[in-house]
């Protein structure tokens, strides 16, 4: 069984993992959903600084007692954005200045910011697999990677992930992702 085009991917490792069992057809959809949630989980951890997430809670869910300034987080959020220092930290301020424009206030505004981030995340990661798939693989092999991908999508816990993102005393714990070493492992019966 050939492992394919996924060995050169210009990715990190948990990426390349991800990709390999979206490759490999004798990966589950909750094979693959793991290696996801783990490279996005990886990716929220390296790319998000928790000054920029506190930073951002505090603006968004405010004092006790909210003034007259209701206006003032997204002031305070727009600026910020100008500021951040990854392209995951900008979605991250951006997408809680959409859910404060949506309706959403306190924790609800930054669970909902939170979620779109890790999806944001994890949409990049599905097309950068999808493109190298397309450049390096037959056209059936791409497209079967896509769909095995969008299988997968619905097993990873975005909610979970955002709640680690936010660092919330209720987060899941980081989720594993199990190495197959030789023969033995084997497929899940």
Known sequence: MS???YRSLPMSPRW????????VSSFSAPEISEALQQAAERDCRAELSAGLVRHVSALIIGPDEP???????TAELNALHRECASTMEAGFVRNAIDALQDGHTGQAALQKAAENTVSDR??????????HMHREASDYRARSTRSRLEDAHGGVDVTGVARMLLRAPDAPARTATAVYSGLDDGVAF
């Open 3 to 5: 492992d394919g085009p």
């Open 16 to 23: 390349k993992q991800a990709a390999k069992r979206a490759y």
């Open 67 to 73: 003034g007259l300034f209701r206006d003032l987080p």
């Open 122 to 131: 994890l949409l990049a990661g599905y097309r950068q697999i999808e493109e």
